[in-house]
């Protein structure tokens, strides 16, 4: 059996440990195993569960769904405040990037991005025998605006960025976005998975111009990364040519139907984001004081910080003998002996800043 070529040398996603081997791994029952390295919501959406489970009976599971998702659109139309024609349903933001890859890149061309960033930029790119530049971002994680335009070539075809960025936190001003749409001459796709916690968006300038597309999700504010449901705003004009590229049928009727209550009754969401955004900042200030600890501001629903003067690791394998799993980043370039955690609920919260002050100390 051949494979192609590339895949000898190709880096894959590294997929996260399941729970129940970590809590073997580590002598602990499964609900001790507290997950802050995936950036998902801490609370259930609880008013869409309760629909379904009122409704399951009448969700026709024995058909196909409406593969225009018509109805979820209209409703995105309300939320986003945007045309029914500038949206494609996908199934979580990565089909998204996925469907962008396989619209607008060929084999041969290339992307751009600023690094660290989030890594199915990569991974898309070189499924589709591309390469990804990577620029560097400043000191503070900004970006360099002139810089990515610099790395723009004659192949480049598509600009990524996520924003709020993953895994920084920090957020990219509206004005550096339409700069790079305006002078890179390629399409520029922003990765919006975090907006709610911002709530600042790119959206705007998709009226504007066709070489945007702005990706977006329900798993993160919305409690539904296990539902799997994404989509991408653009123009009318960019959204047919992403329509070529779509699976007719990748959401279910089930993942339809929670997305549909989730906007209809948009208020548990907001309250859920409200009470993280407020858990978010108390934290940050919590780690501020913590010696040896130097946490980065944040505007999504996790916080970064580096470990001074001891080594991440060692303190990422610590944390995870207490139950504390985090996303170890210890070595990767531009963010080295840094750990990302997310933002829980206030007793989660607190029992993890006290796992850290103790595994600080050595216990």
């Known amino acids: 059996m051949q494979t192609r070529e590339f895949l000898k040398r190709f880096k894959a996603y590294e997929w996260e440990t399941p729970t129940h081997q970590i809590a073997a791994s580590m002598g602990l029952p499964e609900e001790r195993v507290f997950r802050l390295d995936t950036n998902t919501s801490p609370f259930l959406p609880l008013v869409p569960l309760r629909e379904l489970r009122k409704n399951v009976f009448s969700t026709g599971v024995n058909q196909y769904p409406d593969t225009t998702y018509r109805s979820l659109r209209e409703l995105l139309s309300g939320y986003c405040q945007r045309g029914l024609d500038r949206f494609v349903i996908t199934n979580g933001a990565d089909e998204g990037l996925d469907i962008v890859t396989?619209?607008?890149?060929?084999?041969?061309?290339?992307?751009?991005?600023?690094?660290?960033?989030?890594?199915?930029?990569?991974?898309?790119?070189?499924?589709?025998?591309?390469?990804?530049?990577?620029?560097?971002?400043?000191r503070d994680f900004s970006v360099n605006v002139d810089r990515v335009l610099h790395g723009v070539r004659k192949n480049t075809r598509i600009i990524f960025l996520c924003n709020p960025n993953n895994p920084t936190g920090n957020f990219t001003p509206q004005r550096d976005v339409e700069h790079l749409v305006k002078e890179s001459g390629c399409l520029v796709a922003v990765d919006e998975a975090y907006q709610e916690y911002a709530g600042k968006s790119a959206i705007d300038l998709t009226d504007r111009y066709d070489n945007l597309v702005v990706i977006r999700t329900f798993s993160k504010a919305f409690s539904m990364a296990g539902v799997r449901v994404g989509y991408l705003v653009a123009s009318e004009t960019t959204v047919k040519e992403l329509n070529k590229v779509r699976p007719p049928n990748s959401l279910t009727v089930i993942s339809l139907a929670l997305a549909e209550s989730a906007l209809k009754h948009i208020g548990e969401m907001r309250s859920n984001v409200t009470r993280i955004v407020k858990e978010r900042e108390r934290c940050f200030k919590e780690l501020s004081e913590i010696k040896n600890i130097e946490p980065y501001p944040?505007?999504?629903?996790?916080?970064?910080?580096?470990?001074?003067?001891?080594?991440?690791?060692?303190?990422?394998?610590?944390?995870?003998?207490?139950?504390?799993?985090?996303?170890?980043?210890?070595?990767?370039?531009?963010?080295?002996?840094?750990?990302?955690?997310?933002?829980?609920?206030?007793?989660?919260?607190?029992?993890?800043?006290?796992?850290?002050?103790?595994?600080?100390?050595?216990?």
């Open 298 to 363: 944040s505007e999504a629903n996790f916080i970064l910080f580096r470990v001074v003067g001891m080594d991440a690791n060692v303190i990422h394998a610590r944390l995870m003998k207490k139950g504390f799993v985090l996303r170890n980043l210890a070595e990767v370039p531009g963010i080295r002996n840094t750990l990302r955690v997310t933002t829980s609920t206030r007793e989660i919260n607190d029992g993890f800043i006290d796992a850290l002050r103790f595994s600080l100390e050595g216990s």
């Open 102 to 138: 396989k619209t607008f890149l060929d084999p041969g061309e290339g992307t751009v991005t600023a690094t660290p960033t989030y890594s199915m930029f990569r991974i898309v790119t070189e499924l589709m025998g591309a390469k990804m530049t990577g620029v560097q971002r400043a």
